[in-house]
C-alpha cells in the first residue's frame, strides 16, 4: 500500500513553468507505476503522463507532449511533473496515482491509490 501528497501547484501566466511533486509513503515504491492525471469540476479525469517503475518508460497525452516532462526519483519516493509553455486550458487540479500492475497507463481505472491533488491555474 502507499500514500501520495501532491504538491506545487499555484498560478502561473501563460508561458510560464510549474513542477509538480509527488511523494509516496509506504513500502516498494520502486514497484508502482506512476501516473498523473487531471480533472476539470464536472468532467471527466484525464491522463496527463505515466512513468514505468524504473522510469525507463514514459507515456504522454497528446496535449502534453512536448511541453510536459514526467520523472521519478526512486531513492526519494517521488514522482515530478515538470509543467513549461503553460496554456490557460491546462487549468484543473492535478492528480498522482500508483498501481503496481497497469497494461493501460492512461486508463485512471487501473488505478488503486490517489493523492488528494493540488490546483493549477494558468492565466491567460
Known amino acids: 500500500q502507499v500514500q501520495l501528497v501532491e504538491s506545487g501547484g499555484g498560478l502561473v501566466q501563460a508561458g510560464g513553468s510549474l513542477r509538480l511533486s509527488c511523494a509516496a509513503s509506504?513500502?516498494?515504491?520502486?514497484?508502482?507505476?506512476m501516473g498523473w492525471f487531471r480533472q476539470i469540476p464536472g468532467k471527466e479525469r484525464e491522463f496527463v503522463a505515466a512513468i514505468s517503475k524504473s522510469g525507463g518508460s514514459t507515456y504522454y497525452a497528446d496535449s502534453v507532449k512536448g511541453r510536459f516532462t514526467i520523472s521519478r526519483d526512486n531513492a526519494k519516493n517521488t514522482v515530478y511533473l515538470q509543467m513549461d509553455s503553460l496554456r490557460p486550458e491546462d487549468t484543473a487540479i492535478y492528480y498522482c496515482a500508483g498501481e503496481r500492475s497497469v497494461i493501460v497507463p492512461s486508463n485512471p481505472r487501473v488505478y488503486d491509490y490517489w493523492g488528494q491533488g493540488t490546483q493549477v491555474t494558468v492565466s491567460s
Open positions: 509506504g513500502r516498494l515504491f520502486s514497484s508502482y507505476v
